[in-house]
């Protein structure tokens, strides 16, 4: 999160991670991937605030992840129709809800290389609500047209397709992609940020309303249970961020 | 050669120059001490094939310049950034590269575990993953109606190579809950594996061990090696050493650093 948010009371991390629970809304099964404190922490918050529902895999994690049968349990959960939510990012990510975690440039000879796909040619057509996560917003990440299609917005009629995006919630604003249409529709500006600025850094056009709200901050109950009950169970998979964010107690 | 080898190196025999060689990811275990023998070797045009994906094994392996092509759905160093060695051998061109995704190396690797040719799998079509894999084919689900699917060929590796927590003198390893080790074991022709310890007794006699144990069947050789995960992590044993990994990062970013690397902790065998 670039910038000191407005209201002292919340930070940054903990209103994109209320933003991306509240997108979660009734999921059985939530799968949160590595490298994914943000998108962790918001599983988290909708199972403390679900009661200890819905499930929730952290792939980071060894205490809240419930997988024994190796690497590919995930992927074969997700197959059946087991995970409802998911989380991707990109290197790049255009306005047609392609994302590009591979390379750009020429791809035998690229001037930028990615780590690479990860699972994510697979599970962008099989989850549900795919939750594309990116905190830097700008006109590098957010292109017109990726160089690199790891996996597609949509696809042809025919192809088995019973996921995809769902939406793009970045470090200034929430955007949900209109399978339809195959466009983003901007939903909320987050506190402390404009329209300007995401018409300014965003490289690709979208819809949006006539007057564009601010993303509402998170509840004082949401806060409440992020802080006391999220925080200590991230700390687990993630004691550095949780340390930072939080103020957990780092072991190391 | 007894199966429990004498020392590292001969339990490293059967991966020779050019070696379609299957590595594990972090957490499912890494033999990082293998990898510092090989390129102490060093061993030349390795095929490496990561399950699903790799960190700072293929990083090394690649910058020492061991690696004639690489399998694998990514290398990361994680919260230390980008592999920079995996990253300026693809901009240079210099390592052949077969981008995959994870479930797709994880099917391929099952395929050869049931001795078929070939695997099925979602996902991928219309991705310019599947798009620069012409070994990959797409064909009309044969029991459905205009529903194109992708088949993958099996990979059966010359060698799986991982590190474990125990071993017993039979040859047989505990893996615990890392059961993809399993797959690569039973989809390579041989099996290599480090282990912490070496345990008196069944591993197989105790049904609670049983279940998490690979039988020595599948393998070919086995060195102890303590520790053998340093610097990477060894998931409910012990931590990343992240001091170590963060000096890495750093030091690899040049190719003068990776250099400096290399003599400081692979080539000084106290290191290793």
């Known amino acids: 999160m670039t910038g000191a948010p407005p209201d002292p009371a919340w930070r940054g991390e903990e209103l994109l991670a209320d933003v991306i629970c509240r997108l979660i809304g009734d999921a059985r099964h939530v799968a949160v991937g590595n490298a994914s404190p943000i998108p962790a922490a918001a599983a988290l918050l909708a199972r403390a605030l679900g009661n200890g529902r819905p499930y929730v895999s952290l792939?980071?994690?060894?205490?809240?992840?419930?997988?024994?049968?190796?690497?590919?349990?995930?992927?074969?959960?997700?197959?059946?129709?087991r995970i409802d939510v998911f989380f991707l990012s990109g290197g790049e990510i255009d306005g047609r809800g392609n994302i590009n975690l591979v390379s750009i440039g020429d791809y035998d000879k690229p001037t930028v290389r990615f780590p690479g796909s990860f699972g994510a040619a697979y599970l962008y057509y099989v989850v549900p609500k795919v939750i594309l996560f990116r905190t830097e917003h700008s006109r590098r990440t957010l292109v017109p047209q990726v160089d690199f299609v790891t996996a597609p917005g949509t696809s042809a009629s025919n192809v088995h397709r019973t996921g995809g995006p769902f939406a793009l919630v970045t470090n200034?604003?929430?955007?949900?992609?209109?399978?339809?249409?195959?466009?983003?529709?901007?939903?909320?500006?987050?506190?402390?940020?404009?329209?300007?600025?995401v018409i300014e850094n965003t490289g690709f056009d979208?819809?949006?309303?006539?007057?564009?709200?601010?993303?509402?901050?998170?509840?004082?109950?949401?806060?409440?249970?992020?802080?006391?009950?999220?925080?200590?169970?991230?700390?687990?998979?993630?004691?550095?961020?949780?340390?930072e964010v939080f103020g957990t107690r780092e072991p190391r | 050669m007894a199966l429990i080898a004498d020392t590292l190196e001969d339990a490293l025999a059967a991966i020779g120059d050019g070696c379609m060689l299957a590595i594990s990811r972090e957490v499912a275990g890494v033999s990082m001490a293998a990898t510092r023998a090989l390129i102490r070797r060093p061993v030349a045009q390795l095929r490496l094939v990561a399950l699903p994906t790799s960190s700072l094994q293929a990083d090394l392996l690649i910058g020492a310049g061991c690696v004639a092509t690489l399998e694998t759905s990514a290398v990361s160093l994680g919260e230390f950034g980008p592999a920079p060695r995996f990253s300026?051998?693809?901009?240079?061109?210099?390592?052949?590269?077969?981008?995959?995704?994870?479930?797709?190396?994880?099917?391929?690797?099952?395929?050869?575990?049931?001795?078929?040719?070939?695997?099925?799998?979602?996902?991928?079509?219309g991705s310019d993953v599947l798009a620069h894999r012409p070994d990959w084919r797409v064909i009309d689900n044969p029991f459905g109606c205009d529903d194109p699917i992708v088949l993958l060929p099996a990979i059966q590796p010359d060698v799986a190579l991982f590190h474990a927590p125990m071993a017993d003198r039979a040859g047989n390893v505990w893996i615990g809950r890392q059961r993809e080790l399993a797959t690569m074991a039973h989809a390579a022709k041989k099996t290599v594996v480090t282990v912490e310890r070496l345990l008196d007794g069944d591993l197989l006699a105790d049904p609670m061990l049983a279940a998490g144990t690979l039988a020595g069947f599948y393998i070919e050789a086995i060195a102890l090696a303590e520790r053998g995960a340093w610097p990477l992590p060894l998931p409910d044993h012990y931590a990343a050493d992240y001091d170590h990994l963060a000096e890495y990062a750093r030091l690899a970013a040049t190719p003068e650093g990776f250099a400096r690397y290399l003599e400081r902790y692979v080539h000084d065998r106290r290191a290793a």
């Open chain 1, 59 to 81: 792939l980071q994690s060894r205490k809240h992840n419930f997988f024994t049968d190796g690497g590919r349990e995930l992927f074969d959960c997700a197959g059946q129709g």
């Open chain 2, 88 to 125: 300026a051998a693809i901009r240079a061109g210099v390592i052949g590269m077969k981008d995959a995704t994870c479930p797709a190396l994880h099917a391929a690797f099952q395929a050869a575990e049931k001795g078929v040719p070939f695997a099925p799998l979602r996902g991928l079509i």
């Open chain 1, 206 to 243: 979208f819809d949006r309303p006539v007057d564009v709200p601010i993303t509402a901050p998170p509840s004082p109950h949401a806060l409440s249970q992020l802080r006391k009950v999220v925080a200590p169970e991230l700390a687990e998979a993630y004691p550095r961020f949780a340390a």
């Open chain 1, 172 to 197: 200034r604003c929430l955007f949900v992609f209109d399978r339809a249409t195959k466009r983003f529709q901007l939903v909320s500006v987050h506190p402390g940020h404009t329209l300007a600025e």
